[in-house]
């Protein structure tokens, strides 16, 4: 799939990621739901919460509260709670910064060819999936969204593999 492409990308082309075990809050919104885009699934890292949503719009602000004071926080909060969001923790090595990567620049213009918003959005209000932006924030999502009950630990058979 395209982002089998992505991953395969040659080691000169792929940017150094943080060498900490790290994880990361990523939710297909609304439209990527609707749009069946289950390929926003396989980004490769260790999936270890997820869930189906219909957020509040009480909810969405919490979640966008960063933006309050932009032009577009009344619809982005209205986008994010009007229908089903899919809900994930994933994590890994550098697994924050990978994940925007992977998901492309927030205007979809800008976003890059291989990418999920670059491939699949049209307009920004529109761009399918989030993932967040830094340390701090994936802290404050991953509470937000999740219970620790609702994540769990465990070790893949590949990891010996992947990290050594
Ligand atoms: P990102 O989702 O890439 O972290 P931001 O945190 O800046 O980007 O914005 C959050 C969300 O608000 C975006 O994903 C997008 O859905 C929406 N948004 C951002 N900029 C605009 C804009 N100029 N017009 C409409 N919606 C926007």
Redesign the pocket.
Known sequence: SWITGLLALPAADQEVFAAEMERTFIAI?PDGVQRGAEDCLELGFKLVGIKVVVPSKDFAQKH?H??KE????N??CD??SSGPVIAMVWEGEGVIRYG?KL?G???RQKSEHGTI?GDLAV?????II????GPVTAKDEINLWFKPQELVSYTTNAEKWIYG
Do not use: C, E, M, Q
């Open positions: 919104k966008y960063d933006l932009r032009p577009f926080f619809g982005s986008f994010l925007r998901i620049a927030t205007d918003r307009v920004v209000g529109r761009n989030h993932g967040s932006n």
